[in-house]
């Protein structure tokens, strides 16, 4: 099992940017998928972009051009990279990550966005 802590999250304006950090227990190297989530209340937790360990990226339309997801093999972190912030994007982010077939998910960080 590999733990996972988000952090960066916070109140911003829209236009805005924000860089959420995702730091896990073990080797990031180890860990084969990992990607974003986010979820607002009574609705589906939903899918916002994804990265392998050989580094290849998808996203979710809804993001696509303004957000950015990589791992960092030297800092030992996935990030989030969050740019022309929308209302909508306001929601609580999670970290997950696949290791050894298992799915681990952080406790989220609250991202704010003001109109």
């Known amino acids: 099992q590999v733990q996972l802590v988000e952090s960066g999250g916070g109140l911003v304006q829209a236009g805005g940017s924000l860089r959420l950090s995702c730091a896990p227990s073990?080797?990031?190297?180890?860990?084969?998928?990992m990607g974003w989530y986010r979820q607002t209340p009574g609705k589906e937790r939903e899918w916002v972009a994804s990265?392998?360990?050989?580094?290849?990226?998808n996203y979710a339309d809804s993001v696509k051009g303004r957000f950015t997801i990589r791992r960092d093999n030297a800092d030992n972190k996935m990030y989030l990279q969050m740019n022309s912030l929308k209302p909508e994007d306001t929601a609580v982010y999670y970290c997950k990550g696949v290791y050894r077939s298992r799915d681990s998910w952080g406790q989220g960080t609250q991202v704010t966005v003001s109109s």
């Open positions: 990265v392998v360990s050989g580094g290849a990226t």
């Open positions: 073990r080797d990031i190297a180890v860990i084969r998928g």
